[in-house]
């Protein structure tokens, strides 16, 4: 396990170096916008499937994904209605993870099995780069054991999880520190499943603008 204390001059040495062991099934620990996360290939079913192993989660619970752009999105989905344009041009990149129905590409290890999918586009410099220049999205789950409290910073990681990944990444305290706000939008509905800094009034108030 490689373990790096993130320096801005450092950046895009570091993005190829974490690249290179996600594309070889590794597993990362890198931080986002909202807290810190267990990475990997999302279209990696083997590399998915440690993700759950070290988190000890239950495979009847789903992961969310990491895009870089909208075309990439695209590109996992079977549509982007009007509305979730309007909702992903506002809040996008940022806190706010959207339920999508999912295409093939995307296994269904990654989403237990169901039909859809949750997407965000992390407000992180070093990340966006790393998905970008991947070319392909990741993984992202929240960076503990399953029930335990999601993390914000390194401090007092489980052994148990260091002792299971591959490269980490430490650039200190995350800039927001809640986990993202997840929601479905169907038309001008919104239904919230996890509420973050993004609220569902928010939301609603970007859906009812007029254009």
């Keep these: 396990?490689?373990?790096?204390?993130?320096?801005e001059d450092e950046i895009e040495r570091r993005v190829k170096e974490a690249i290179e062991v996600i594309k070889?099934?590794?597993?990362?620990?890198?931080?986002?916008?909202t807290v810190y996360g267990l990475i990997s290939d999302a279209l990696n079913e083997k590399a998915v499937e440690?993700?759950?192993?070290?988190?000890?989660?239950?495979?009847?619970?789903?992961?969310?994904?990491?895009?870089?752009?909208?075309?990439?999105?695209?590109?996992?989905?079977?549509?982007?209605?009007?509305?979730?344009e309007k909702i992903i041009?506002?809040?996008?990149?940022?806190?706010?993870?959207?339920?999508?129905?999912?295409?093939?590409?995307?296994?269904?290890?990654?989403?237990?099995?169901?039909n859809t999918v949750g997407i965000r586009m992390p407000n992180d410099k070093f990340l966006l780069k790393?998905?970008?220049?991947?070319?392909?999205?990741?993984?992202?789950?929240?960076?503990n054991l399953a029930g335990e409290e999601t993390k914000t910073n390194l401090d007092n990681?489980?052994?148990?999880?260091?002792?299971?990944?591959?490269?980490?990444?430490d650039n200190g305290n995350t800039k927001i520190g809640v986990a993202s706000t997840v929601a479905k939008i169907d038309g001008k509905k919104v239904e919230i499943l996890r509420e973050g800094t993004i609220t569902k009034n928010m939301i609603q108030e970007v859906l009812e603008e007029e254009i």
């Design 24 to 33: 070889m099934g590794g597993i990362i620990i890198a931080p986002t916008d």
């Design 157 to 169: 990681i489980s052994k148990e999880i260091l002792n299971n990944v591959d490269y980490v990444i």
């Design 1 to 7: 396990m490689k373990y790096i204390k993130l320096n």
């Design 89 to 114: 041009d506002k809040f996008f990149p940022g806190a706010i993870t959207l339920i999508f129905e999912k295409n093939e590409q995307i296994p269904d290890i990654v989403t237990s099995g169901l």
């Design 130 to 143: 790393v998905i970008e220049l991947l070319g392909s999205p990741i993984v992202a789950t929240s960076l």
């Design 50 to 84: 440690k993700i759950y192993e070290i988190k000890k989660r239950k495979k009847s619970n789903p992961c969310s994904i990491l895009v870089s752009n909208k075309d990439m999105l695209k590109k996992v989905v079977k549509k982007v209605s009007f509305e979730e």
